[in-house]
């Protein structure tokens, strides 16, 4: 990954925690409560009302997945 690209990110995701700050904290929650076998549910509401709505189970390969970004990001 291309440390320039992760140094641009860091502020575009430190205002994004300030402007959206009970996002980051259910993600927060959600990475230390999630585990194999969890039900991820999405849903995005779009400016005309309609909704789309997905979900996966979550596998072990899932959370290796997000445990590497997870890294990647601190």
Do not use: C, W
């Not at 927060?28 to 400016?47: H, R």
């Amino acid at each position: 990954m291309n440390p320039m690209a992760l140094m641009h990110l860091k502020p575009m995701l430190e205002n994004f925690s300030t402007r959206h700050p009970k996002f980051v904290q259910f993600f927060g929650y959600a990475g230390q409560t999630m585990g194999e076998n969890s039900l991820l549910e999405i849903s995005i509401t779009d400016a005309n009302g309609q909704k789309a709505v997905t979900n996966i189970r979550v596998s072990a390969e899932d959370l290796e997945l997000l445990s590497q970004l997870k890294s990647l990001m601190k």
